[in-house]
């Protein structure tokens, strides 16, 4: 891949990925305001944490690819 390349996927991918952030924490408030939880929630909600450190990743790529 090129550099180009590289960075639009880089964007596409974090967009993806906020928007599925977004999805799940919506669904999660909605859960929590009925006042209902179950271990999909719960993993969920660790999903949640990989997700952020997967957006972290994306940035840190990104940031690579400047002097390339």
Known sequence: MTPDEVRRWIHETRAALQQKMARERAYLERRF???VRTPTDEAY???Q?????????LDEMEQGLEGW
């Open 45 to 47: 909600e660790a999903d």
């Open 33 to 35: 305001a009925r006042g």
């Open 49 to 57: 944490v990989l997700e952020a450190d997967l957006l972290a990743f």
